[in-house]
Structure formats: structure tokens, C-alpha cells
């Protein structure tokens, strides 16, 4: 046996946010003729203010991929969807506006997900400053199976995020085929992202999707 | 040993798709000053047209709950989806609208799914009619590993479900976090309801979401 064995490439203690494949994919809605603007708008202010730092991000016709290249992964990630939502909410002038977004993280390519036996990277709670925008969410977590831990109580890690976000600063309703979040938008951002950075510290492959509403004419849900 | 003993209640042949839990959320966003006209519009003349029959249709504050009621719930849901979002463009004159929905079966409740030992219904591959439509969608598809089979090469039902929608009438493009779908809005919903359908037959909760996009402002990328 040598001295100084040099480790293993696989077993590097973890994986950077890029190996990981964490980031997300969102696009706005705004309910307006003015669309292109408000859209156009919220982006490039983001991006003046410095939220995009230590991202990428990259618009196709559909929507936008923001990918992490360095930590924290998740702050900066939350930091940017809750700026540029916000910023879109500025432009509408009270009007209704919707973001669907989706987080992955253990997917790095495209069909296949293979990070080998990379170690998932630290995640460390994120925190956001409230915005002053009420949002309802329709929100759904998916730990998915392909990641290389195909054993073991699949909801409970689920039921779990659900708990922590019901001692968070939203209201959590359960309803079919998804969750509902109500509250600040920054809450509910950071209620999701949380449930899905926490849930990928047991699973690899975890993704989460939401439908967020802002300013809808439809009467709220009593509950 | 009696003779012809009742067979036991959680044995029945199949359940029925109310039972099973199969259904979708949908929620329609033009960009237009006219969105409310142009829902509500969509709504109606896809009710009048009786594409609804079969199907129960709750609309909240973020999305449209649609539960199949009765066989065949794949065919009943995606005549019902793609009538309403081509009714909805029709009223767009052109501009650009975005739906967003999400397939689900085998959770027929909200955050837990108790499906017990209910076989999964039958399912037929569903055929569409051509809307003359052009469609880009961000498609992703899920089995979650919730239902009780929670062994077994899960990737290979994603990966024969997307080898199948490249044999379908629709151009497949892999892309980071999701899959990409081009083609009439009528092919794109069969082949995600295919694939979401066809996985089921080997996994009880699967779910679909699929962002569709029609007449984008934004340049059609070059693949």
C-alpha cells in the first residue's frame, strides 16, 4: 500500500451544483397584452440588480433554464425566481400574472441521469425577505427513483417536507393531484425549495413543480 | 370449501378510473388584456360541445380539476384538454397562449395514495383528431414510486414511452430538465397521454406535466 493515495474521481465528497444538475426551468404568464414587455422587462432587471450571479440562464421558446454553478445552489436559485416574479408583479399594475417553474436536482443531462456516485452537494436552509406579494401555489414533489435508491419508504420524505412547510409561514391545503400553498410569495418559494432541497439530501433525483397565481380575478377558496 | 365464494372486495378485475384516481389539472393563460372572456369562452363551448360527458370539471383559484368518471378516462381527458385549449386559441386571433397541465393516476387522494390492491384499469392507446394547431410543448413524466412498486428498473418505462413518441407524429428533442415536443396540438396531447397511460400499465402512480405553448412570439429554435 502507498502513502497518499490519491481518491477515487467517484468518491469526491460532492458534487459541485453543475455536476448535480440543480436549477430550474420557469416562465411567466402575465395576463396582459403588454406580455412581451413585462416578461423582457423582469429578466433584464434581475439581471441588473446582481441576482443572476453564479447562474446561468438561458431562454428558449418555452421557457427559461436557470442553472447554479457554485453554492448555495438553492439560495441563489429561490433569490432569482422570487426577483424576477416580483419584478413581472410591478409591471402588471395589479393585473393577473402566472408562473409555472419547475426545480430538478440528481438530472444533470437530458434523458438519462447519470451522476454516478457523486455525493448529493451540502443544502443548507434558504431564507428570503418577504415581498409583499400574496400568492397561491399549486405545488407537487416528486422524488423520483432512477437516481440509484430504488428502496426504501418513498412517501415519507414527502410527508415530511409537507410537515415543514405547514410549520412555515404559508398556509398548506391539501387538494387533488397537488398541494396548495398560500402566503407571501417569498414564503411560498422558499416553503418549496426547501421541501425539495431537503427531500434530495435522502433521494437524488428530486424535482418539483409549481403553478404559482398572482392577482386572480377568480374568488378565493374559503377553507 | 365453500362453493362459489364471493370473491374479495380488493380483488375486483379493475377499478373504475374514479377509484384509481385518474384525472388532470389544467389551467389555460392567454396573454391578453381578453383573458377572462377567452377561458370562460373555451370552458363553455367545450361543455356545449358535450366533450365534457363522462368527466367532472371543478374550476379553482389556480387550475381546473378534471376527474374521469367512466372508460375510456385517457380518451374522455384528452378529447376534453385538447378541445379547450384549441377552442381557447381560436379566440386568441393569433396570439399567444400557454396551458399548462398535469396527468395523474394511482392517487386518488390528496397527499397519501391508498389504492390498496386495486388493479389499474385497462388502457387503449387514445387516437386525436388533427386541430390544425401548432404546438411546442415542455413535457416531463414521472413514475413515482409511491404505489407499492417500488422495485425495478424504473427508467426503462420513461425511456420506452419517449422511444414511442419519437414513432409518433410529433418531433421529440431532448432538452435539460424535460423533454421537448413539436407538432399539432393534437399529436403532442396524445403522446404525452400515451406515454403517462402506457407507464401506468407497469407502475400505479405515474404523473405528466406538460407546458404548451402556441404561437410564441419567440423564435422557433433551429434542431
Chains 1, 2 share one sequence.
Request: hydrophobic letters at 40%; one cysteine or more.
Amino acid at each position: 500500500m502507498s502513502d497518499n493515495p490519491a481518491p477515487p474521481a467517484d468518491l469526491a465528497a460532492s458534487a459541485d451544483p453543475g455536476e448535480f444538475g440543480i436549477g430550474l426551468r420557469y416562465s411567466l404568464h402575465p395576463a396582459s397584452d403588454n406580455f412581451v414587455d413585462v416578461i423582457l422587462g423582469a429578466i433584464s432587471a434581475t439581471e441588473q440588480a446582481g441576482v443572476s450571479d453564479g447562474l446561468t440562464v438561458q431562454t428558449d421558446e418555452v421557457s427559461t433554464l436557470v442553472r447554479a454553478t457554485r453554492a448555495p445552489a438553492e439560495q441563489l436559485l429561490a433569490d432569482y425566481l422570487t426577483r424576477t416574479v416580483a419584478e413581472a408583479t410591478a409591471r402588471m399594475n395589479g393585473g393577473h400574472l402566472v408562473t409555472h417553474v419547475l426545480f430538478s436536482r440528481g438530472c444533470p443531462g437530458e434523458i438519462t441521469c447519470e451522476i454516478g456516485d457523486l455525493a448529493p452537494p451540502e443544502v443548507s436552509p434558504i431564507t428570503l425577505e418577504p415581498t409583499g406579494v400574496d400568492a397561491v401555489a399549486q405545488w407537487s414533489l416528486y422524488p423520483l427513483m432512477d437516481g440509484g435508491s430504488a428502496h426504501g419508504p418513498h412517501l415519507a420524505p414527502i410527508e415530511r417536507a409537507i410537515e415543514q412547510a405547514r410549520a412555515a409561514d404559508v398556509r398548506v391545503e391539501a387538494s387533488n393531484f397537488s398541494t396548495r400553498l398560500r402566503g407571501d410569495l417569498a414564503a411560498v418559494v422558499a416553503t418549496m425549495t426547501n421541501a425539495w432541497a431537503g427531500v434530495g439530501t435522502e433521494i437524488p433525483h428530486v424535482v418539483t413543480h409549481a403553478t404559482i397565481s398572482i392577482n386572480s380575478p377568480s374568488p378565493k377558496e374559503q377553507s
